[in-house]
């Protein structure tokens, strides 16, 4: 009986610890949202929220100006896994320096953000993917005299990416994106103008 019970107890014990390193192997693991993944896979799903700071320039439809400038901002989303391929939705939002002067006009970009799908293809803790969405922002005009003028509008954005998975918790990502702002009516121009720009940024998320 005695030999039996040191047995067992060296059973468990053997048990546990083969447990414990194999917990420890599996750096992909991040419960409750991992998904089945091979032995030593980095997991994607689930939800991660991260900041970013980048560049941005553009240009203003029906003027010459040209703004640009830094950027930072906050992003949030959602990831789903399916072996490789993950596929989710992502939001941000960026407050944004990008301005110019032509003549006597200024136009700048104080803020902008995007609501997107995002589909690609992981190599273990590096993704490769694509995004495409809505994109929507301020357009600002100013002239002599202190007069200005500010548009809200919405458009599109496209671009792509790459995300590097540095511990279970933590990736950082660099991301390109074209973003188009529909035209406006402004009253002190006289014309219709909107704005395209090009962003680069690089980032972190934090996977819950």
Do not use: C
Not at 95 to 112: E, L, M, Q, R
Request: hydrophobic residues 40%.
């Amino acid at each position: 009986m005695k030999r039996f019970v040191v047995g067992a107890a060296a059973l468990v014990a053997a048990g546990w610890t083969a447990s414990a390193g194999a917990a420890d192997f599996n750096y992909g693991q991040r419960a409750p949202y991992t998904v089945n993944q091979p032995l030593n896979a980095y997991s994607w799903a689930g939800p991660y929220l991260g900041g970013n700071i980048g560049y941005e320039w553009g240009s203003v439809s029906n003027n010459a100006a040209n703004p640009s400038g830094f950027i930072a901002g906050v992003q949030a989303g959602y990831n789903f896994q399916n072996g490789p391929w993950v596929f989710g939705m992502e939001g941000d939002i960026q407050a944004s320096g990008a301005d110019d002067t032509f003549a006597s006009w200024k136009f700048s970009n104080p803020w902008f953000g995007t609501v997107r799908g995002r589909a690609g293809y992981a190599f273990n803790n590096i993704l490769f993917y694509g995004t495409a969405g809505l994109a929507f922002g301020e357009l600002r005009a100013e002239t002599f005299g202190g007069w200005s003028e500010s548009h809200t509008t919405a458009g599109w954005t496209v671009g792509v990416g790459a995300e590097f998975g540095i511990t279970p918790n933590w990736s950082a990502k660099i991301e390109y994106l074209f973003l188009d702002l529909s035209s406006s009516q402004f009253a002190i121009t006289g014309v219709s103008n909107g704005y395209s720009a090009n962003v680069v940024r690089a980032g972190v998320n934090y996977h819950f």
